[in-house]
């Protein structure tokens, strides 16, 4: 196996002071105790070192990099500041392109077995042979998917895992949703996931699902797409809204009120009735050939209408509806494509119903996790609880970005920052940890030397002050399974907001930390 490996050249190794390309650049010597190569400017008088990736930016190097120069085991190369952001922003935009093409659960999953395919994975199909190296992936009710990389170790000597979800809040349209009131046709919508119900008034909405027919047939809907017109939820003008405004935040919009504007053009004579929701009834027929009817078996989902783009004058951040959590979703994915032939079985989970508590048949509560693992395993005549027993899964979500402007819910300490690097987080859940997995000591350690083998810019993560509130992920129903199980994942500003921000440094950051994983 050949292995490379790349350390930082800044502005230019021509420039002293100005990168760390301690290998490459330095001479035998000693630093903090350590005797390896160094950077220096006399014997004992360390030089100044650069290099845009924070933490890689010190005169040093490991001896264990240093004996792997001395042996010729290890071929180093280098590589610059401008190289290292051309390939983060390369990543940012291949992360965007996914963003835009995966706005629910199915269309992710649909995108995600494309994007497997094209890199050679195939469905596994229950007693298949599998041998190191083998690309294999298995859908669940087109809502999660699973991947594997088979590695060159049995499954008795445990897997790397990384499950994320790929849901995210949104709106759902109920069985009965379409309706007219004064006019103007409506569809009425239960709000799915934490919410702040205000922020989804008064913007552009897409409707995007599919809707079951009786034949057993699926019609996928995307309403809204491009140059098409929009969908709305009305909010109340200033001038009326003096009562609504000396509400609590979270009780000026009602769940109830949150209703689409669907039409207000009228169809038939003046003497019929609702001739506005006929319009529209008539329109979804011409378009999909439903009607009202097919609706009770319908998925339907209200979307933001914007597609992801960069925020900032210098474009460092990135703003999307979803990031929660297909920023994760996608890293681990990315990664998993990637591979050739792991130490390890690789496994990336995608999940559904994360948003809900991870319950039902396609959430990370269901028996489809353990049924892939299992079938994995009894391929090789491994139990499946000897496999878990030695696994490792990074529970890759999303987490709290410190937000200056509310600072008074954060404790700034402990809590991750936007561009500073993957969000490890020990332990989720609310106020006294409840619903966290609370991931032991040897554990963290055992993260944080992978993650600084590979380079990874990480930093600790938590969801805000102790008695604020709190969050949870799929990193318990993972625990659960007897599987060693940490939370990181990438800063949100303005989480399960229809728009929300992320910094382009830490999607790749979580992206390096994913592969970090796999390849441990």
């Not at 071929?75 to 935009?93: H, P, V």
């Amino acid at each position: 196996v050949k292995l490379v490996g790349v350390e930082p050249s800044g502005e230019g190794t021509d420039k002293p002071g100005r990168h760390a390309a301690t290998l490459s650049m330095g001479k035998p010597g000693e630093i903090h105790g350590m005797k390896c190569y160094v950077l220096e400017d006399s014997p004992g008088v360390p030089s100044a070192v650069h290099s845009i990736a924070s933490g890689l930016d010190y005169p040093g190097i490991g001896p264990q990099h240093s004996y792997l120069k001395d042996i010729g085991r290890v071929q180093y190369e280098i590589a610059d500041d401008q190289q290292t952001l051309d390939a983060m922003e390369a990543y940012c935009r291949d992360y965007k392109s996914f963003l835009d093409h995966s706005k629910t659960e199915r269309e992710c999953t649909a995108h995600t077995v494309a994007l497997a395919e094209a890199a050679s994975f195939i469905p596994y199909e229950r007693g298949m042979a599998l041998q190191p190296g083998d690309r294999v992936y298995r859908v669940n009710r087109k809502k999660s998917v699973m991947l594997a990389v088979i590695g060159r170790e049995s499954l008795s000597e445990g897997a790397q895992i990384v499950a994320c979800h790929i849901d995210s809040p949104r709106l759902d349209l109920k069985p009965h949703p379409i309706y007219e009131d004064s006019e103007l046709a409506y569809g009425k919508t239960h709000y799915y996931g934490g919410i702040r119900k205000y922020q989804w008034v008064a913007i552009p909405l897409q409707l995007r699902g599919v809707v079951a027919l009786k034949d057993g047939t699926a019609v996928s809907v995307v309403l809204g797409e491009g140059d098409e017109p929009k969908f709305v939820i009305n909010d109340l003008l200033p001038h009326l809204g003096g009562e609504q405004g000396k509400k609590p935040l979270n009780e000026a919009i009602a769940g109830e009120t949150l209703n689409i504007l669907m039409g207000s053009r009228p169809l038939g004579d003046s003497e019929d009735s609702d001739r506005v929701k006929l319009r529209v009834l008539d329109l979804l027929h011409e378009k999909y050939g439903i009607c009202e009817d097919d609706l009770t078996s319908a998925e339907l989902e209200v979307v933001p209408a914007f597609n992801a783009t960069d925020i900032g004058l210098d474009g460092s951040l990135i703003g999307a509806y979803g990031h929660d959590d297909r920023v994760c979703s996608y890293a681990a994915l990315k990664a998993l494509l990637e591979l050739e032939t792991p130490t390890k079985t690789a496994v990336c989970m995608l999940a559904d119903k994360e948003e809900i508590g991870s319950m039902g048949v396609t959430g990370m509560q269901s028996a489809f996790f353990d049924t892939f693992m299992e079938d994995l395993c009894e391929s090789q005549g491994v139990a499946l609880r000897v496999c878990y027993e030695s696994a490792f899964c990074l529970s890759s979500d999303v987490t709290a970005a410190y937000d200056p402007n509310f600072a008074e819910v954060y404790e700034k300490r402990n809590d991750a920052q936007v561009n500073h690097g993957l969000g490890l987080c020990k332990y989720t859940g609310a106020r006294g940890k409840g619903g966290s997995s609370d991931a032991d000591a040897e554990t963290v350690a055992y993260v944080r030397r992978v993650m600084d083998e590979a380079g990874v810019v990480w930093q600790i993560g938590e969801m805000g002050k102790i008695d604020a509130g709190g969050g949870g992920t799929v990193a318990q129903y993972m625990a659960n399974r007897n599987i060693t199980t940490i939370d990181a994942g990438v800063p949100v500003l303005s989480m399960h907001a229809p728009f929300e921000t992320v910094g382009k440094l830490d999607c790749y950051m979580n992206y390096l930390g994913c592969k970090a994983v796999y390849l441990a």
